[in-house]
C-alpha cells in the first residue's frame, strides 16, 4: 500500500484509457489534461454541492496550464439524470461551440458521470470527456468502463450508451468532503469487488475497512486502486456485458427491486441496496447448496461491523411482501427470455453468473428477510 499516483489502464485498444488514482489530483487536473487536449478550451459539468467544494481547485489548476473553462452548474440528486437535463447539457456545450475534438469534463458522482457521459455520446456522434469523480461509488464503479445514461419513467439507465471517457482522475482526498453515509454507500461497491473475484481483497476489507470509514488515506488508497484494478480488468475483457462484466451486477437484482420498492427515495441510497443485495445473494448461495454457511455469515458479520444496512429489516418504512419484490426483479435490464439471472456465488471470491435460479428459493430468501424486520414505529 502506498500514497504515490498510481495509474491503471482500461484496455480498450484505440479506446484505451488511463485511471490516476492519487491525492491532490484536482489540483493538477491542468497539467494531467493538457496532453489530451487538441485546443487550450473545455467545458465542465457539475453539480450544486460537488462545485461549492472542487470547482475552484480544478479552474485554478485549469488557469494555471492556460487552459480556458466554463462551467454549467446542475441541481445535485438522481432526478437531474433525467430527459430535461439531457437536453440542457448538450444545448449548452453546443452554445459553449465545444467541439468534437475538445473534451469536457464530469465534475461529480455518479449522476454527473452517467448524464455528462451520455451527452458526449450523442453530441457532435462522440465527443471526448474526462471523468473526475467525487464519490467514493465513482471512484470505484460509475467513472470506469463507459457505462453511461439517464432514467426514464420506465426505469433506471434504460436510455444510454456505451461511451469511454478519456481519461479518469480519481483524486482520494474528494472522498473527506462526503457525508459519512455517501461514504458507506460507496463502500458497498467495494466491497462487492471483494465478493466477487478476490478473496483476499475481502480478507483485508475486513481488517481496514473500519480505518479506511475513519478517513485513513492509505486504505483509502488502496480500496480505490484494487477496485478500480478489478473494474478495470473485466471492462478490458468484456465491454459490452456479453459475459463476464455480468459479475459486476452482484447484488444488483436485489437492489435494483429494493430501489424501485423505496422510491429511489433516501430510505436506500445505491450502494446500501448493493450491500443487502450482496449479503442476499450470499444467502440464495448457500441455501442452494453453493457455498458453506460461513460465506453469509461472513458477508453479513463485516457489513455489520461497518455499520452498514445489511438486512431488509435495516431499510426504514414499508417494504411490500416478497412476491411483489419477486415481480420488481422482473423489470431489470438482465432480464432474459422472461427468466430471472442471479449472480451467485461458490464463496468468498467466486461468484458466477446463474440462469434458472428457482423461484421458491429466491422467495424464501426475501420472506425470510421481511419476516426478520423490526416493527416500524
Ligand atoms: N456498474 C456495473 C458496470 O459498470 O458494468
Known amino acids: 500500500m502506498s500514497l504515490q499516483a498510481d495509474t491503471v489502464r482500461v484496455d480498450l485498444g484505440a479506446r484505451s484509457y488511463d485511471v490516476e488514482i492519487a491525492s491532490g489530483l484536482i489540483g493538477q487536473a491542468g497539467q494531467r489534461i493538457l496532453p489530451h487536449l487538441r485546443r487550450k478550451k473545455l467545458a465542465i459539468v457539475s453539480d450544486r454541492t460537488v ?21 454549467l452548474i446542475l441541481e445535485p440528486g438522481e432526478a437531474t439524470k433525467d430527459w430535461a437535463n439531457l437536453a440542457r447539457v448538450c444545448e449548452w456545450l453546443l452554445s459553449q461551440n465545444i467541439e468534437r475534438r475538445d473534451l469536457v469534463i464530469a465534475l461529480g458522482g455518479g449522476v454527473i458521470g452517467d448524464l455528462v457521459g451520455f451527452s458526449c455520446a450523442i453530441l457532435r456522434r462522440g465527443v471526448r470527456f474526462v471523468q473526475v ?7 470505484v464503479d460509475s467513472s ?8 426514464t419513467a420506465q426505469g433506471k439507465n434504460l436510455i444510454g450508451a456505451f461511451h469511454q471517457p478519456s481519461l479518469v482522475l480519481a483524486d482520494i482526498d474528494v472522498l473527506s468532503t ?59 475483457r468484456d465491454e459490452t456485458e456479453e459475459g463476464e462484466r455480468a459479475l459486476l451486477n452482484l447484488g444488483h437484482t436485489f437492489c435494483h427491486a429494493l430501489e424501485k420498492a423505496t422510491g429511489y ?10 450491500a443487502i443485495g450482496c449479503a442476499l445473494a450470499f444467502e440464495l448461495s ?92
Not at 266 to 274: K, S, W
Not at 334 to 352: H, M, Q, Y
Request: with cysteine; net charge positive.
Open 51 to 71: 462545485a461549492g467544494h472542487h470547482l475552484a481547485a480544478l479552474g485554478a489548476s485549469l488557469d494555471a496550464a492556460g487552459i480556458a473553462h466554463d462551467s
Open 178 to 236: 462526503l457525508p459519512a453515509r455517501d461514504l458507506l454507500s460507496g463502500y458497498g461497491e467495494v466491497v462487492k469487488y471483494g465478493l466477487l473475484g478476490d478473496a483476499a481483497f475481502f480478507d483485508w476489507l475486513e481488517a481496514q475497512g473500519p480505518a479506511l470509514a475513519k478517513g485513513d488515506a492509505a486504505a483509502r488508497h488502496y480500496a480505490v486502486l484494487r477496485s478500480v484494478q478489478m473494474k478495470a480488468g473485466i471492462v478490458a
Open 265 to 274: 427515495s433516501d430510505r436506500l441510497l445505491h450502494g446500501e441496496g448493493v
Open 286 to 377: 448457500q441455501r442452494m447448496g453453493l457455498c458453506a454457511q460461513e460465506s453469509p455469515s461472513r458477508v453479513r458479520a463485516h457489513l455489520k461491523a461497518m455499520r452498514m444496512k445489511t438486512d431488509l429489516a435495516d431499510i426504514p418504512g414499508d417494504l411490500p411482501g416478497a412476491e411483489a419484490l419477486l415481480a420488481l426483479m422482473g423489470q431489470d435490464k438482465k432480464v432474459i427470455d422472461g427468466k430471472l439471472r442471479f449472480i451467485l456465488a461458490r464463496g468468498i471470491g467466486a461468484a458466477f453468473v446463474a440462469e434458472d435460479v428457482p423461484r421458491d428459493l429466491v422467495l424464501s430468501v426475501l420472506n425470510d428477510g421481511i419476516r426478520g424486520r423490526a416493527p416500524q414505529k
Open 133 to 139: 469523480p467525487t464519490s467514493l461509488l465513482a471512484q
Open 144 to 151: 470506469v468502463g463507459g457505462k453511461t445514461g439517464i432514467n
